[in-house]
């Protein structure tokens, strides 16, 4: 069955970094698109950033643009999301989502807050 798990969440200060991971299985992963979603208490989730099955093109919300990077690897079934700079309003749960045989699938998410 198809599962994600994420990890690399945690306690960071504003302007520092954390660089979350995403490993895949069950589905053919180098064939599909990949996405980081982040939900904040009270707040709708929101994507966060995506990438094409091949890495060939990604696209971010203009909040994280020029802060977040989003990457993967299909030999090892992993999707990264690189942050920096971090503000206390990117707290959230953030969870990797795929799309596959006409189901969207999540990930069990993974805390990050940025407070000083």
């Known amino acids: 069955q198809v599962q994600l798990v994420e990890s690399g969440g945690g306690l960071v200060q504003p302007g520092g970094s954390l660089r979350l991971s995403c490993a895949a299985s069950g589905f053919t992963f180098s064939s599909v698109a990949m996405s980081w979603y982040r939900q904040a208490p009270g707040k709708e989730r929101e994507l966060v950033a995506g990438?094409?099955?091949?890495?060939?093109?990604?696209n971010y919300a203009d909040s994280v643009k020029g802060r977040f990077t989003i990457s993967r690897d299909n030999a090892k079934n992993t999707v990264l999301l690189q942050m920096n700079s971090l503000k206390p309003e990117d707290t959230a749960v953030y969870y990797c989502?795929?799309?596959?045989?006409?189901?969207?699938?999540w990930g069990q998410g993974t805390q990050v807050t940025v407070s000083s």
């Open positions: 989502k795929t799309f596959w045989r006409g189901y969207n699938y």
């Open positions: 990438i094409t099955y091949n890495g060939g093109r990604t």
